[in-house]
């Protein structure tokens, strides 16, 4: 699979492809990206802790609300890339 950069890069392709037929479809979209997956729990610690980041931080300087989908999909991605690495036999 190369270096983790490339494999991420990969993973968000897939992910979003996962994402937009799902979104067409009025799935929602939430609950997928936190539930399904490699490492569930984890995806769910780590969104409660964006969630919360981005409330404690000061208006002017959030990110517009629907960012957060995006940044959502990049913590699956990545989670699901460090899961398959540390899977790998060396």
């Given amino acids: ?3 983790v950069g490339t494999a991420l890069i990969e993973e968000l392709d897939h992910v ?3 994402f937009s037929g799902r979104h067409r479809g009025g799935e929602e979209t939430g609950a997928w990206l936190l539930t399904e997956g490699a490492q569930p729990a984890m995806v769910k610690a780590m969104g409660a802790r964006l969630f919360a980041q981005y409330d404690a931080t000061p ?4 990110p517009k609300r629907e960012r957060i ?3 959502l999909l990049v ?3 990545f989670v ?3 899961d ?3 899977r790998q036999d060396d």
Wanted: charged share 40%; proline share 0%; net charge positive.
């Fill in 1 to 3: 699979m190369g270096d």
């Fill in 16 to 18: 979003g492809r996962d």
């Fill in 59 to 62: 208006r002017q300087a959030r």
């Fill in 69 to 71: 989908t995006s940044m």
């Fill in 75 to 77: 913590l699956r991605a």
């Fill in 80 to 82: 699901e890339v460090l």
């Fill in 84 to 86: 398959r690495k540390c």
